[in-house]
């Protein structure tokens, strides 16, 4: 308590004590009285406010920096992991491209685009099992050939 009582007795503390009731009484501001100090404190004071404006966004910019190098190494684990996928999805086309051409010429099939393909309805097939044949409603006029 001895302590507590020395630093009350202390200019320093007085002053203190005095600009914070100062400071409480232009912030309130009871009845616009201090509204003159207030105004002279503003102009006094933007300079410093732009200045430290400016550090704070700099400041902010940096944090956000550091702050998204952990969301960069995720993602980079994730491009990585997905790049490795495609890459395996690749090699296995790639396979199955060279196993189709395999078959089509063992099977002696003409390759998918030599064909002009065109649309057409069936309107009648073999209803016995015969000879498995369809009836289409297009034809040699519509530039079909045998």
Request: proline share 3%; with cysteine.
């Amino acid at each position: 308590m001895n302590g507590w009582r020395s630093i009350q007795k202390t200019r320093l503390f007085r002053v203190i004590v005095v600009c914070g009731v100062l400071f409480g009484l232009i912030a309130w501001n009871p009845h616009k009285v201090f509204y003159p100090v207030r105004v002279v404190f503003g102009f006094v004071a933007a300079p410093f406010q732009s200045v430290l404006s400016v550090i704070g966004f700099y400041a902010d910019s940096s944090l956000e920096f550091l702050s998204s190098i952990s969301h960069l190494k995720e993602d980079n684990e994730r491009l990585y992991q997905e790049n490795i996928r495609l890459l395996a999805e690749n090699a296995k086309l790639i396979d199955m491209r060279q196993e189709n051409e395999m078959l089509r010429k063992e099977f002696e099939l003409l390759p998918r685009g030599s064909f002009d393909l065109m649309a057409a309805e069936v309107v009648g097939m073999d209803q016995q099992n015969t000879g498995n044949w369809l009836l289409i409603n297009k034809g040699f006029s519509d530039g079909i050939q045998k």
